[in-house]
Structure formats: C-alpha cells, structure tokens
C-alpha cells in the first residue's frame, strides 16, 4: 500500500509538469528509476520500501537552483512513519531515557533499522524547535470559547524539581478543541500561570467565556488578574475525590451516588435540590466534606448556563486527563540526563499526535452563540422576544 501510494505521488507529479521542455523538445520532469531500497519503521515493524526516484531539470529563473521532487508521503532519508514518532515521546514522558529507546523499541518492533542514538537526539531538537514555534505563534486570529486548564507533574530526572507542565485546550468558535498553550510551570503557582496567561494575551487571545479546571488556587488566582470576565467551572473528577476523601470508606458508594445526582442533574434546580439532600444526608456528621461541594457552589454548577449539549464536555478536564493519563504522576524516574527543554518538547508531541484524534464538541454550532452572549435556561437557547411594532402616529 505504501509503495502503490509513494507511485501515485511521483505519477501526480510529472503529470503536473508534462508539458514542460527544453529546448530539444524533451520532457524536464521525467520518471529515473528508483532509490536503493530502505527499511521504515511502522507500527507493524520494519517495512522494506523502494521509493521512486524523479528526474527534474527545471530550474528557478530567481535563484538558479535546480527544482527537487520530495515526496510528502516519505521525504528523504525518513526510517520511521509518524506512529513511531508518537510512540518516542510517551516512552520518554513515561520515564525511560533516550539510550533505552534503541533496544526497547527494537525488541517491540523486531527491527532496530532507523533508530540510533543520534537519530533520538536529533529528533528531540527537532521538537525543541517546534515547541517553541507553537510557543511564539500569533492567537489573535483564533477565539477560543471554553478554555480547560491543568497542571501535570511529570517525574522525570530534571534539576532539582520534578518538570510541571502547565497545559491549556480550548475549544472554537467552530466547536474543534485545540492545544492553546503549554508551558514549564513552578508548582502551579499564581504567578507561574499568571505569566502564561499574560503571555497568551500578548499574543492576541480574547478572553474565554468559560474555563475549567481543579482546585488549583494559583490558575484562578491568575486568571482573576488577567482574564477576570472569563466565568470558573471546578472540575469535578477532582472535587469527587476531594469530597470522599473527606468521608468514611463506608460511606463512599451512598456519597458518589448522591454527588452523581447534582452533576448529572436535568437543570440546575434539580441540581440544587440534590445539593440540599447532600448537605442533609451529611451534613451533620461529615461538614467538611459537605463543604467542599457548598462553599464552591456557584463555580461546580456554572456549567448549566450553557447548552445543554456541552455540559458532558464542561464538568471536567478530561480533555486533558485523558491525554497525560498514562504519564501523570508516575514514581518511575528515568536514568538518563533529562532537561527541561526535552521534556516540554515530548509533551508537545504527546499532546499533538492526541490532538488529531480529538472529536469536536457535541452541537459545535452552538459555540459561537455562547460567544455572542445568548442565554440558555436548562440548557436550552432562549429565543429573544420579537419586537414589537410600535403604533404609527395619529
């Protein structure tokens, strides 16, 4: 299959330039021969491929330079397909350094064909590269709406400090989620996020009209500084935990039970009334825990302002859990030298390859009203009265 495609490109391109000659009237894009065979890397294993070799003579009448064919499929001197690429950064995120990549990965694949110490390291400045490209890109041609944030510890050998990345996805006017920001935070602190979110706003983001995250004070801490119209949801995978570690194991099956009855509610004043049964039903033996959920009330229930559709994407940050479920919080520490530059340029490709899988958020059409301000009562848009004709004059 690959090598039926890699032909159908090379076909593509001379048909492109048939008619071009020289002065003899010979073809200046022609079919020469092919390259000497190479292994590539898939997640099947190692494929031998013989890719088509093109013969182009055109040349740039500004530069002088000859014109080249590069295949887009495999381009030159390529030993391995994009699904290794994904694999490297999660291997590194998930503690193994990059002098065990050669043997692991061949022992997986069945072939160390393509990966060297050298091709590790010359991929991982590569991401360097395009991390902080990503980094410095201008925001002001794109909106986001709903903003998720979270602070992932990484423990891999860094310093002094285990590496916290500071990661933000947001979802469009069109409704498709997208990486926003990811950055090398300090413990999550006010400050750390601030900077991030000063730097994002430099950049031309409009504030968000809603964004999501876990208890962390230093991201709305930061947040009320530089986006304080931007509306809090508290995510609630995280604030179930911190509600039942407040409670009795005997009591955890009643309690998630009761908890599921106010996030799953049918609006917010089932919601409400959940919140009252909750709070009777604990109360009186457990304040603390019933706490959690009144004391940050409007912030775990803000989500039902809004449509209706968008409410399983709104109560957590599992955009991002799920992404850096398999890497956060490991206790497994790699052996080799780690940097923080390496580990910020793995979860920007981690995160990247994740990104083309994302679905876009249920009723995508229904983002953009949220931005325009429209009103939703249990979930569902409120028309605005029409006006209504005023009577003519007597």
């Known amino acids: 299959m690959l090598a039926e495609a890699l032909q159908s490109e090379v076909d593509a391109y001379i048909d492109r330039f048939v008619g071009e000659r020289d002065e003899q009237g010979r073809r200046l894009v022609v079919r020469n021969g092919s390259?000497?065979?190479?292994?590539?890397?898939?997640?099947?294993?190692?494929?031998?491929?013989?890719?088509?070799?093109?013969?182009?003579?055109?040349?740039?009448?500004?530069?002088?330079?000859?014109?080249?064919?590069?295949?887009?499929?495999?381009?030159?001197w390529v030993r391995k397909t994009p699904k290794i690429n994904e694999v490297l950064p999660l291997l590194y995120l998930h503690g193994l350094s990059s002098g065990d990549f050669v043997p692991a990965l061949g022992q997986f694949l069945g072939s160390t064909a393509g990966l060297s110490a050298s091709v590790i390291t010359k991929l991982t400045e590569t991401w360097k590269v395009e991390a902080r490209a990503f980094s410095q890109r201008d925001l002001s041609g794109v909106d986001y709406v709903y903003l998720w944030a979270d602070g992932i510890h990484v423990n891999i050998r860094l310093e002094e400090h285990k590496l916290c990345l500071?990661?933000?996805?947001?979802?469009?006017?069109?409704?498709?989620?997208e990486l926003v920001a990811l950055a090398d935070g300090y413990r999550e602190s006010v400050e750390s996020w601030a900077d991030l979110l000063r730097d994002c706003a430099r950049r031309g983001m409009r504030a968000p009209v809603l964004a999501v995250g876990d208890g962390a004070l230093g991201f709305w801490g930061a947040l009320r500084e530089v986006f304080p119209q931007t509306k809090a949801q508290r995510c609630w995978f995280h604030k179930i935990a911190n509600v039942l570690g407040a409670?009795?194991?005997?009591?955890?099956?009643?309690?998630?039970?009761?908890?599921?009855?106010i996030w799953d509610a049918e609006d917010k004043r089932h919601a409400l009334d959940a919140v009252s049964r909750f709070t009777a039903a604990y109360g009186a033996?457990?304040?603390?825990?019933?706490?959690?959920?009144t004391d940050d009330l409007d912030e775990l229930l803000a989500f039902y302002d809004y449509p209706a559709e968008h409410w399983i994407h709104l109560r957590t940050t599992n955009p991002?859990?799920?992404?850096?479920?398999?890497?956060?919080?490991?206790?497994?520490?790699?052996?080799?030298?780690?940097?923080?530059?390496?580990?910020?340029?793995?979860?920007?490709?981690?995160?990247?390859?994740?990104?083309?899988?994302?679905r876009a958020v249920n009723a995508p059409h229904l983002v953009a009203l949220v931005r325009a301000g429209a009103g939703f009562e249990a979930g569902k848009l409120v028309e605005r009265p029409k006006e209504q004709p005023q009577p003519e004059a007597a």
């Open 166 to 177: 500071l990661v933000m996805i947001g979802v469009r006017a069109d409704g498709r989620k």
């Open 285 to 293: 033996k457990f304040p603390k825990a019933v706490a959690k959920i």
């Open 320 to 358: 991002i859990e799920s992404t850096f479920a398999t890497v956060r919080n490991r206790s497994k520490i790699t052996k080799g030298p780690g940097s923080r530059a390496a580990g910020l340029a793995m979860a920007f490709k981690l995160i990247e390859a994740a990104q083309a899988r994302w």
């Open 35 to 76: 390259h000497q065979p190479r292994q590539v890397l898939t997640s099947a294993g190692a494929v031998e491929v013989v890719a088509p070799r093109v013969n182009d003579r055109r040349v740039d009448p500004g530069t002088g330079e000859r014109a080249r064919f590069s295949s887009a499929i495999l381009p030159p």
């Open 247 to 261: 409670l009795p194991h005997s009591a955890h099956p009643g309690a998630k039970k009761a908890l599921a009855e």
